[in-house]
């Protein structure tokens, strides 16, 4: 009996990340690829991480990194001494933010999570707005897992597009990973969806090429 495969764990992702290098792309149904920028990810923070990892430190501690990845922003917030905790599916992206000393939990963002609704931040970065090919389901469970007052960190797409597609995941040497859906939403469309989640916007910057929003759940701070 064949066992079904996983995006982000039975496909190229999980090798890339446990060397550090790609190239990997998410190749599109239609043909045409995204480029995923693993050495960036796995290498230490750096550039526009640097504007975001300071709006963590104004943040009310403690901050969850969905879809952390590698760990370099678990890493570098530890090092900034914000309390932090990273959530992947990916196994190899769990043991190498523990490597790097970070905290890290192997689960899904839509499944049970520690501290729910105590977060006083949470970040989605490097295109994790995509996870589970719906924005507005993942804006709502993001800001289910916030305190109220609590606040959003996410990083849109650069052009103000708004779109839902299938994926595989795409090694350098031609192999796929299973399909998956996924989404790419700039801003506008973005804070369309987080006014619904009960998310409002109250701040957008860009740096290096990307673009971020900050989106603050209702409610006084605790």
């Known amino acids: 009996m064949s066992v079904a495969a996983d995006a982000w764990v039975d496909d190229p ?12 792309w998410l190749r599109r149904e239609d043909g045409r690829r995204i480029p995923l920028d693993v050495e960036r990810w ?8 640097h504007g975001l ?4 430190t104004r943040l009310t501690a403690p901050v969850v990194d969905l879809g952390c990845g590698p760990g370099r922003l678990v890493a570098a917030l530890l090092g900034l001494g914000v309390p932090t905790l990273g959530v992947d599916i990916t196994g190899t992206a769990v043991a190498r933010t523990r490597s790097l000393g970070g905290p890290a939990l192997r689960r899904s963002v839509f499944e049970r999570l520690p501290a729910e609704g ?18 507005g389901l993942l804006l709502g469970r ?19 597009i708004d779109e839902r597609i299938t994926v595989r ?3 350098g040497d031609g192999r796929f990973g299973p399909p998956f859906a996924w989404a ?3 801003a506008t ?8 989640a009960g998310l409002v916007e109250t701040e957008r910057w860009s740096s290096h090429g990307r673009r971020f929003l900050a989106l603050r759940r209702a409610g006084r701070p605790r």
């Open 13 to 24: 992702f999980a090798e890339a990340v446990r060397t550090g290098r790609g190239p990997l």
């Open 42 to 49: 796995c290498a230490p923070a750096a550039g526009a991480d």
């Open 53 to 56: 990892l300071l709006r963590c």
């Open 118 to 135: 105590r977060w006083g931040g949470a970040l989605l970065a490097d295109g994790n707005l995509g996870i589970g090919g719906d924005p």
């Open 142 to 160: 993001s800001a289910e897992l916030l305190a109220p007052g609590g606040v959003l960190l996410v990083e849109v797409e650069p052009q103000d």
């Open 169 to 171: 995941v795409e090694s």
């Open 184 to 186: 790419r939403c700039g």
């Open 189 to 196: 469309a973005t804070v369309r969806r987080a006014e619904r």
